[in-house]
């Protein structure tokens, strides 16, 4: 059963669920002057329930479970998060009366560990020193360690992770450009976002390039996984076939867009931020191929801001 069907079908119990998606498209107009030949737009996702994209992926993935039998009241959800994904589960989970227990790094942000809890999550801390990695070693042991009281949803692992933004976030992106997109840059945390909107973009226009923005392992961006080197883990539902170029993601830079970008009125976190410099890096990259003859015509360029900047108050991200 598709996405919309599933939404449709549970929000007539849980009307809350049904506000997940449908988010805006805004222009971002910070690159104008600089690349005329470039149009900017990006996913709100901010305006989920839970304040993120996570909020897509997960209620597919708790809706399926349900649907076909494989989650119940009596086990309780387990998974790893940075802290979004957290939230989604926390909330949704509760909406659903189910309980949450969530594995994440202790360097999550003050603002989204409290959210969890308030909607009611158990949170199991792993050390930041460790890398994000060993959350997602730490939630593998806890599942199988007892099978029968975890459902281990696996947002890594869990094919309805990227079929979620298959079915919504790139048909809406298609809609709300008129089918006018040319590239769409996101990056990697569980690879859900940047395969399914990829793969659907990419059926609906071959010439679509997707970009992925990967960050240093340190100081890195919260919220992205680093790939860089051979011991990173790579998501199992990552499909690389759909990436056309990489791009380097540096946190100062990341940070720095990200306050370029509020003062623009769009309040993001830094993964936000990180996304907007590989934009930038992509849109000069474009415009210097118009001036050069080697570029057909101008770019509209799509990418997310996947979640809102009050979540990382705690952090250094806004410091002066």
Not at 230 to 241: C, G, H, R, W, Y
Request: with cysteine; hydrophobic share 40%; aromatic share 8%.
């Amino acid at each position: 059963m598709s996405m919309k069907e599933l939404q449709r079908r549970y929000s007539e119990r849980f009307p809350a669920l049904g506000l997940v998606g449908d988010t805006p498209l805004v222009r971002i107009d910070l690159l104008r002057a600089e690349c005329p030949d470039v149009e900017v737009h990006a996913k709100v996702e901010s305006f989920n329930p839970g304040g993120s994209l996570k909020d897509r992926p997960v209620l597919y993935m708790l809706l399926q479970a349900l649907e076909d039998g494989r989650l119940d009241a009596s086990r309780t959800i387990i998974d790893s998060s940075s802290g979004n994904a957290g939230i989604a589960y926390a909330w949704i989970g509760n909406v659903l009366g189910l309980s949450v227990k969530l594995v994440i790094p202790d360097n999550a942000s003050a603002e989204r560990k409290k959210r969890m809890i308030a909607h009611g999550a158990q949170i199991h801390y792993t050390s930041a020193q460790d890398g994000y990695d060993e959350a997602l070693r730490e939630v593998r042991r806890l599942a199988h360690a007892e099978p029968d009281r975890y459902f281990f949803c696996d947002q890594y692992g869990n094919e309805y992770n990227w079929r979620a933004h298959y079915e919504s976030t790139a048909e809406e992106i298609w809609a709300q450009t008129g089918g006018r997109v040319t590239h769409f840059v996101a990056g990697v945390g569980t690879g859900g976002t940047i395969t399914g909107v990829g793969k659907r973009l990419k059926e609906l226009n071959p010439k679509v390039q997707v970009h992925c923005v990967v960050p240093d392992a340190f100081p890195g961006v919260e919220g992205l996984k680093p790939l860089k080197d051979p011991e990173d883990i790579v998501p199992a539902i990552l499909d690389q076939t759909v990436i056309d170029r990489m791009w380097d993601s540096d946190v100062d830079a990341s940070w720095a867009m990200s306050q370029r970008l509020a003062r623009a009125g769009v309040f993001g976190g830094q993964s936000s931020g990180a996304y907007m410099a590989g934009v930038r890096d992509l849109a000069r990259a474009h415009q210097q191929a118009v001036r050069d003859g080697r570029a057909d015509g101008p770019a509209v360029i799509v990418t997310m801001v996947n979640d809102i900047g009050e979540r990382y108050m705690s952090t250094r991200l806004w410091d002066q």
